[in-house]
């Protein structure tokens, strides 16, 4: 074995092949597809760009001169124009567009029609207040309908929308703010969480302070309670300038297929987030395809996607994917265990959901809960689910399956970043028979492989560097600011190859399983194993609900191989548990993946979209100052980690 190789630990023998009756109905159900698209891709994504309008056709499909691609050359079209305007042409004019649920049980629907009203006023509004084609709008809203509108209104323009997530802090807002360079935010008066405000007016406030920030957009969610004092020179309220907007329709502005539609912060799970950029209409067709494909989507399915839009999943799966697409989403602004931890089951039962998209972590959460609260409620409208944000461990894969999927919606695992646009490694449910824990293998039109350092493709059994061989239509195009960054960090490894900076194994079958970051990687006496593993299999044990593991400098090994361990309810740490935890592991993967020492723990240290920062986990074991803690959900856990760690040594 090379050290270059990512041991194929787990040997997964599950699989689940689609049922005759999901086949049967499937957008895409025929294997031909696959190799259609891989000895045409060109040809592939010209067909596909058929399903999105063009003011005028593009000239040609692609222009590779790396790192950089430009698509869809010479077309013309407008992104708030496919997601809205062109349904309300069709029989989906009345058909809801945005199913909108606040925390609070208000809820709110808008179909295409009442969408297109809504988003016409803000491009008025916005250009009214000076927002021109190519400006930058950073936009900090909870989840409510108006931010939707917001990211429309501004594609309406032409403008790049820059979307913070409503967590983030002044401070990390400020960064995003100066970093894009906007001229004007739009946020709220406050947001919904667990029945508490967050003051997203009092972060903003200190936030635009020192930035070119002139004038502050603010809607109007909380009222009374929320205390945003108005700065009379600079803020205005959302509400009143839509009152005034013009209500004749604004015309869509036709935008070159290369244009920027918006830029977006990464997790930050490996440390300085970087300003994702990205086109038009590569993004378009690109995310416009995966609804069809991955998502199985029909004209009459619900689709529930549980991120936030401040993530990509978000962007791409509540907004421009399923808009794109005319179908109807499922948009819910609060917390999953407001007012009970059945939440996410009440609002698939009350709308009918027939998709639901949401995260390993989330699932794990629900697993730790207990299945009561899934079985509270009639799940019978749900056809397909969904997974994305980490690899997900083959004992979460099977509750989500059996609890919430009651072993009839097939899952797709979605491996995909912020810079890819959509998702990349899925199966087409129609077609591939899962694995719990892979994401199958690339979708039609993408080309992967797994290198091993020296830039050669590693045989099946073997692990390295995921790579993506080929441009796609919707991959970033640039670092906002930072050319350079680009090229280093995603093209600086292998010349014209795509480095994600994940590690992966392929197996036997061509499956792909992700493994973990790059950076995570542990190495114990020569053999390099993923993170993914290792917790994977601490989760198969019925006490565990949640691991992290990470690798910590050992004289002798190498590395040694901590772990992190929550519970699940009902159950408590003690010696005993540790060494059967050791000896689980040890008997599902190996004694060189024998944990060293396993520290049982309340919490874990998460970004705001809830991915484990195992760095930071790495800096508390080796007795390190921690570094940069700017996009973790809640710094607190840190310190009580810190001395936990010390006391449990
Ligand atoms: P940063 O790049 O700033 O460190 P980030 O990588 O966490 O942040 P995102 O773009 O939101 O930001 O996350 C993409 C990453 O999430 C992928 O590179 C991968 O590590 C992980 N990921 C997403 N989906 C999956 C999946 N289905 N299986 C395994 N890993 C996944
Ligand atoms: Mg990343």
């Not at 109905?25 to 698209?37: T, V, W």
């Not at 349904?87 to 179909?111: C, F, M, Q, Y």
């Not at 988003?119 to 309908?145: N, Q, S, W």
């Not at 006490?543 to 309810?569: D, N, P, S, Y």
């Amino acid at each position: 074995m090379t050290p270059n190789d990512l041991d194929a630990l787990l040997r997964e023998t599950r699989t689940f092949a689609p049922s005759e009756e999901f086949r049967r109905q499937a957008n895409y159900n025929d294997e031909s597809i696959y190799e259609e698209a891989a000895h045409n891709p060109e040809g592939y994504w010209a067909k596909q760009a058929e399903n999105i309008t063009w003011f005028h056709e593009f000239e040609s499909v692609c222009r590779w001169d790396p790192p950089h691609a430009q698509w869809f050359i010479g077309g013309k079209l407008n992104a708030a124009y496919n997601c809205v305007d062109r349904h309300t042409l069709t029989h989906r004019k009345n058909k809801a567009a945005i199913i909108w649920e606040g925390e609070p049980g208000d809820s709110r629907v808008l179909t295409y029609d009442m969408l297109r009203r809504e988003v016409d006023k803000a491009a008025h509004m916005l250009t009214e207040l000076g927002v021109k084609k190519g400006d930058r709008v950073t936009i900090y809203l909870p989840m409510v309908p108006e931010l939707p509108v917001a990211m429309l209104a501004c594609a309406k323009i032409g403008a790049m929308h820059s979307v913070v997530f409503g967590g983030f802090s002044a401070q990390s807002l400020k960064d995003r703010i100066l970093d894009a360079g906007s001229k004007l935010l739009i946020t709220a008066d406050g947001g919904w969480r667990r029945g508490k405000v967050i003051p997203l007016k009092q972060n903003a406030d200190e936030a635009v302070e020192g930035t070119p920030i002139e004038k502050v957009v603010v809607v109007k969610r909380i009222g009374e309670a929320a205390q945003a004092g108005m700065n009379p020179t600079r803020d205005v309220w959302w509400h009143e300038l839509m009152e005034n907007a013009p209500t004749k329709p604004f015309p869509a502005e036709p935008v070159d297929a290369e244009d920027y539609l918006f830029l977006l912060y990464t997790s930050g799970t490996t440390g300085k987030p970087k300003g994702i950029v990205h086109s038009t209409g590569g993004y378009l067709v690109g995310v416009n395809t995966s609804m069809r494909t991955v998502f199985d989507l029909k004209d009459d399915d619900v689709f529930f996607c549980t991120a936030d839009i401040g993530w990509i999943t978000g962007h791409t799966y509540i907004v421009y994917g399923p808009l794109s697409a005319g179908a109807t989403v499922v948009m819910y602004e609060g917390s999953p265990d407001y007012p009970d931890r059945d939440r996410y089951w009440a609002i698939v039962e009350k709308y009918g959901a027939t998709i639901l998209y949401t995260a390993p972590t989330s699932i794990r959460m629900f697993m730790k809960w207990g299945p009561q609260y899934v079985e509270k409620h009639d799940l019978s409208t749900l056809r397909l689910l969904g997974s994305v944000g980490e690899p997900i461990n083959p004992e979460a894969w099977m509750w989500y399956h059996k609890y919430v999927g009651q072993e009839r919606c097939p899952i797709v695992d979605t491996w995909w970043q912020t810079e890819t646009g959509c998702a990349m490694i899925a199966p087409l449910p129609g077609i591939v028979t899962t694995k719990p824990g892979s994401a199958t293998k690339a979708v039609p039109g993408i080309s992967v492989d797994i290198f091993d350092d020296d830039g050669n493709p590693v045989p099946p059994g073997h692990g390295g560097n995921l790579v993506i061989t080929k441009p796609w239509p919707s991959m970033l195009r640039t670092v906002w600011g930072d050319d350079e960054r680009f090229r280093k960090t995603y093209f600086g490894k292998f010349e014209g190859i795509y480095l994600p900076g994940d590690g992966a194994y392929r197996d036997q079958d061509g499956y792909y399983w992700i493994v973990g970051r790059l950076d995570d990687v542990i190495n114990v006496s020569g053999h390099r194993i993923g993170t993914a593993e290792v917790e994977s299999s601490l989760v198969a044990h019925p006490a565990v609900a949640e691991a992290a593991v990470i690798g910590r400098a050992h004289e002798v090994k190498g590395q040694a191989i901590t772990a992190f361990v929550i519970l699940k309810e009902g159950h408590t740490g003690s010696d005993d548990l540790v060494a059967e935890l050791k000896q689980f592991v040890v008997e599902q993967i190996g004694a060189m993946a024998r944990p060293e020492e396993i520290i049982f723990t309340a919490d874990l240290p998460k970004t705001r979209s809830g991915k484990i920062m195992r760095r930071l986990l790495r800096d508390i074991a080796e007795g390190r100052v921690v570094g940069d803690t700017t996009t973790l959900a809640d710094p607190a856990v840190v310190e009580q980690l810190k001395s936990q760690y010390k006391d449990q040594e």
